[in-house]
């Protein structure tokens, strides 16, 4: 009785861990900001993973929807990869639009936006979206064209979440042995600087001790 309620208690912790893994297996932000006039950016960043798609809907927000947006509304938007000055996505000048994004390795993208409009006394508000993992397959879109079940679509999805939740964890599971690399690198090196210090300061001290003795000498102190 006891051991099945040790199985059962083991099998409720491993049912938390998948369902904590899915919940962050996926990012999806989507926000609406107000952009500064000039040359200062708005920028947001995340780290995705190796193999992760990302995908980003962006627009300016027409605050008169009974009129069109005017065309001199503009911003300018870059996506950027840390440590790499080539840029995924560039546009300039634009009211709206979207890319998707193969991450071939895993890094952090940055994207940033900048208001590109003449008129200083407009402030322009943009409404963002950024999608990776497996919220950016559009699951309907793919039944609709295959015309495959209700349940296919969710066997595909828990499939392609099963996936993720392994590439997260080798990720985070190679992250942990880089850090404990560092960690053992930091903690050498430490040891090092420390038996050196203390070298020193005996090698100081004995020298201290021997200029004394000598001067002690001399006087014929001792």
């Not at 208690?9 to 491993?14: E, H, P, V």
């Not at 627009?59 to 503009?74: E, F, G, M, R």
């Not at 053992?184 to 100081?204: A, E, G, K, P, Y």
Request: proline share 3%; aromatic share 12%.
């Amino acid at each position: 009785m006891n051991m099945f309620g040790v199985r059962t208690q083991q099998s409720y912790l491993l049912f938390l861990v998948v369902v904590a893994l899915g919940l962050f297996l996926y990012s999806v932000e989507s926000v609406r900001f107000d952009l500064p006039h000039g040359k200062a950016a708005r920028c947001f960043s995340e780290e995705v993973r190796q193999h992760s798609m990302i995908f980003c809907n962006y627009s300016i927000v027409n605050p008169n929807k009974d009129l069109p947006l005017p065309a001199d509304h503009t911003i300018a938007v870059e996506v950027t990869r840390n440590g790499n000055k080539e840029s995924p996505h560039l546009a300039k000048r634009v009211q709206s639009g979207q890319f998707s994004i193969m991450a071939y390795r895993s890094d952090l993208y940055v994207i940033c936006f900048v208001d590109t409009t003449e008129n200083s006394q407009v402030t322009l508000s943009v409404d963002f979206e950024w999608k990776t993992g497996v919220k950016t397959v559009n699951y309907p879109t793919v039944a609709k064209k295959s015309y495959i079940d209700k349940l296919a679509i969710e066997v595909q999805i828990l499939y392609e979440t099963a996936l993720s939740i392994k590439e997260e964890t080798s990720y985070l599971i190679q992250r942990d042995v880089e850090m404990l690399e560092i960690n053992w690198i930091t903690d050498t090196r430490m040891c090092h600087l420390i038996f050196v210090s203390f070298l020193i300061c005996f090698s100081v001290a004995g020298l201290q001790l021997w200029h004394l003795k000598n001067f002690f000498e001399k006087k014929k102190i001792i």
